[in-house]
């Protein structure tokens, strides 16, 4: 008989309320993907074999969020990485292409740290792109009719800073997986765009299409402006 295959673990990190709201839709994302990882609901499972998922909650605050998230990477030596986090008033799922090297806070985080043009590493490139399947997971998204885009900016808050974080720990330190950032709108809204279950739907196609060891598709889905 031959041996069953090994369970991988899928790293998801959110994050805490910040500014006017008590809540954090990226919370409530990560926790109905767990729940549906727990019992073996979730199309990736079924595509890719025995996974489970973990999830971290990072707080809101320059630095630490990175550090937390890098310390469950290592932790964890995930198969891949999606970090989660709340864009209010987007109208769509958004899969970030880009972290840059730049902090730069219109509001203080949740620690009252509000930096300016300061880079997030000292030592690192301008920017690191992310490493999942996005045009791919773009396609699949878009034809099971959820909102969804590509974005070449996560801005300069917290979320950028955890997309950067990530890739320039995973260059550097390794392991060598897929890892990147989706931003949600605010799903407990009445006027959400995008309801928590086509939210949880979208990661989990855009987990399905990364863990496929595959370059990216090469097809147009990029902006004008």
């Known amino acids: 008989m031959a041996p069953l295959p090994a369970e991988r673990t899928i790293l998801i990190s959110a994050f805490e309320?910040?500014?006017?709201?008590?809540?954090?839709?990226?919370a409530d994302l990560a926790a109905l993907l767990a729940h549906r990882a727990a019992h073996q609901q979730l199309l990736c499972q079924r595509e890719h074999g025995p996974l489970q998922l973990r999830t971290v909650t990072l707080p809101v605050e320059f630095g630490?969020?990175?550090?937390?998230?890098?310390s469950a990477v290592a932790e964890a030596q995930p198969a891949a990485v999606v970090a989660l986090g709340l864009a209010a008033g987007t109208d769509a799922v958004r899969l970030e292409r880009?972290?840059?090297?730049?902090r730069d806070a219109r509001i203080p985080d949740n620690a009252g740290a509000q930096p300016v043009d300061q880079?997030?590493?000292?030592?690192?490139?301008a920017a690191w792109f992310s490493t999942l399947r996005l045009k791919a997971a773009h396609r699949r998204i878009a034809a099971a009719e959820i909102p969804v885009r590509l974005s070449l900016s996560a801005g300069?808050?917290?979320?950028?800073e955890v997309l950067y974080t990530l890739l320039h720990h995973l260059q550097r330190n390794g392991p060598a997986v897929p890892a990147g950032f989706v931003h949600v709108p605010?799903?407990?809204?009445?006027?959400?765009p995008v309801s928590l279950d086509q939210a949880?739907?979208?990661?989990d196609l855009l987990l399905t299409e990364s863990l496929k060891p595959l370059p990216d598709e090469s097809i147009p889905a990029g902006?004008?402006?």
């Open 223 to 225: 902006s004008l402006h």
């Open 186 to 192: 605010d799903l407990r809204s009445p006027e959400a």
């Open 64 to 70: 630490r969020a990175g550090e937390l998230l890098t």
């Open 200 to 203: 949880a739907a979208a990661v």
């Open 156 to 160: 300069t808050y917290l979320c950028n």
């Open 98 to 102: 880009i972290g840059v090297n730049l």
């Open 17 to 26: 309320p910040f500014g006017a709201l008590d809540y954090n839709p990226s």
């Open 119 to 125: 880079p997030i590493a000292e030592d690192g490139p």
